[in-house]
């Protein structure tokens, strides 16, 4: 199994976790384009956001779940934004779906999207020096 994100879901790797149910599991992103920069990840191994069926709950439950840690973290009503990069046009560096929940403080627009692609730039160069880009 090399899935980084199955194996922070089943434990064999170490994240800080923050919530989590019998679907989902949400847990800090190691680099943060944010005081608060969570991500919320199925606990079923779905590739991109293409990979859910249309029908599925899963989809609602990750909307639900990203504004209840919102909530938790009370930036519920301060804001915050949700976002989900699929496929490499679109930003997705680790393949396994999941939603970043980005927050905690108060950004310009321009501000927080060069911070959200620099934090993706940065994690794309680490993955490439650890050989799993
Ligand atoms: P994306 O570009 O949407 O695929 O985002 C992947 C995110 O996963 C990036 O923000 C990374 O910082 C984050 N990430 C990668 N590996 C880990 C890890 N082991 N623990 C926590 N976050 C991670
Ligand atoms: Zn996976």
Excluded: W
């Amino acid at each position: 199994m090399e899935c980084v994100f199955c194996k922070i879901v089943q434990g064999i790797m170490p994240a800080t976790r923050v919530y989590e149910d019998d679907l989902v599991v949400a847990f800090e992103d190691a680099n943060p384009a944010a005081p608060i920069h969570i991500l919320i990840v199925p606990r079923a191994h779905y590739s991109t956001l293409n990979d859910i069926p249309d029908d599925d709950p899963l989809l609602a439950h990750l909307l639900t779940v990203a504004r209840r840690v919102a909530e938790q973290n009370g930036i519920a009503q301060s804001g915050y934004r949700v976002l989900i990069n699929v496929n490499r046009g679109g930003g997705q560096v680790v393949f396994h779906l999941h939603v970043h929940l980005v927050g905690g403080r108060s950004f310009g627009q321009r501000v927080i999207h060069a911070a959200v692609g620099m934090s993706i730039m940065m994690a794309k160069v680490a993955n490439l020096f650890r050989g799993r880009s």
